[in-house]
């Protein structure tokens, strides 16, 4: 059984503070990460991927992933209100025929206020 | 950019009536995938597919059936609608085993 724990907040911070989002997980399996952000009434948009140990940067993000423990975290810098949002974390593992469908966290609700 | 569009943003059906929803993708991904999005579940894996006619069962396939004729379309099909089935259905795309890209989703109220 595959399970991803998340906690669904919600988080709430201020302007400019640095967002800290985590993610753990029991299942050795998991090969590859993701983090999604979804605006309410809307898709997922994929916001950073990664496969191995160790961080990863993109602008005000950085994933980090640590397979020993288990335990990936998104961190958002300099947090505006726009950030305000549900973000999921996601694992998924590798097959024969390619990519196997994805396993979701629950989503955290992060609120940021002006 | 890649683009998944799904056939409806809304929809309401009648508790028995056999529903589709379609998906079509513009990128020529290999793999598309059928979630559900329900509060306090999160998004659970109905169906995926990683080439044309081929399909695999998901987490919960129950109640569901898809089809992939062709590579840049996937159809989710309710054979028999129940209220249960209410939910937000999002579509994804994927190359190989990359990042998967969601569709805006479909709202299905089922009454």
């Known amino acids: 059984q595959k399970e991803v724990e998340q906690d669904p907040g919600p988080l709430s911070v201020p302007e400019g503070a640095i967002v800290s989002l985590n993610c753990t997980y029991s299942n050795s399996a998991f090969q590859y990460f993701m983090w999604y952000r979804q605006y309410s009434r809307k898709g997922p948009e994929l916001l950073m991927y990664t496969y191995s140990s160790g961080n990863k940067e993109d602008g005000r993000f950085t994933a980090q992933v640590d397979k020993s423990s288990k335990y990936i975290s998104l961190f958002i810098r300099d947090s505006q209100p726009s950030d305000s949002a549900t973000y999921l974390c996601a694992m998924g593992t590798y097959s024969g025929g390619g990519a196997d469908g994805l396993t979701f966290g629950k989503g955290t609700h992060l609120i940021i206020q002006p | 950019d890649v683009k998944v569009t799904q056939s409806s943003r809304y929809l309401v059906k009648r508790t028995g009536e056999k529903v589709f929803l379609e998906c079509v993708q513009d990128m020529d991904h290999e793999n598309m995938f059928w979630y559900r999005q329900d509060p306090g579940l999160g998004l659970r894996l109905i169906y995926f597919s990683y080439d044309v006619k081929m399909k695999e069962k998901g987490d919960i396939p129950e109640g569901y059936s898809v089809s992939r004729e062709k590579k840049e379309r996937f159809s989710l099909i309710l054979e028999s609608a129940s209220t249960n089935q209410t939910s937000m259905y999002l579509c994804?795309?994927?190359?190989?085993?990359?990042?998967?890209?969601f569709g805006p989703g479909t709202r299905l109220t089922v009454l």
């Open positions: 994804a795309s994927s190359l190989a085993a990359n990042e998967q890209f």
